[in-house]
Nanobody, 118 residues
Framework: QVQLAESGGGLVQSGGSLRLSCVFW????????MGWFRQAPGKERELLAQ???????NYADSVKGRFTISRDNAKTTVNLQMNSLKPDDTAVYYC????????????WGQGTQVTVSS
């Protein structure tokens, strides 16, 4: 089964940067689309960015131009570089994986807290 583990969250000032990483294991990484999500208190989980095995990407409008998703297929990791952070970016960030034959994400990491102070 797929296992995911995020790291890299923390506290940062508004305008700062953080880099999140997610390690994938248990299945063939090259068969999975990887995504980063976040969930703020009282809000639904939001897809921020996703990347295919061929490294095609797409982003939510809320993070476009500030966040960059990347993957290292050899290391089976996916990263999220977050720049120009705002207090509204405060949330628990989750790594997700979905097999290319599936239409929904069904594998999740435990989440990592990102807090942006004003």
């Amino acid at each position: 089964q797929v296992q995911l583990a995020e790291s890299g969250g923390g506290l940062v000032q508004s305008g700062g940067s953080l880099r999140l990483s997610c390690v994938f294991w248990g299945r063939d990484f090259s068969a999975y689309i990887m995504g980063w999500f976040r969930q703020a208190p009282g809000k639904e989980r939001e897809l921020l960015a996703q990347i295919t095995p061929g490294r095609s990407t797409n982003y939510a409008d809320s993070v476009k131009g500030r966040f960059t998703i990347s993957r290292d297929n050899a290391k089976t990791t996916v990263n999220l570089q977050m720049n120009s952070l705002k207090p509204d970016d405060t949330a628990v960030y989750y790594c997700g994986a979905r097999a290319m034959i599936r239409s929904e994400y069904d594998n999740w990491g435990q989440g990592t807290q990102v807090t942006v102070s004003s």
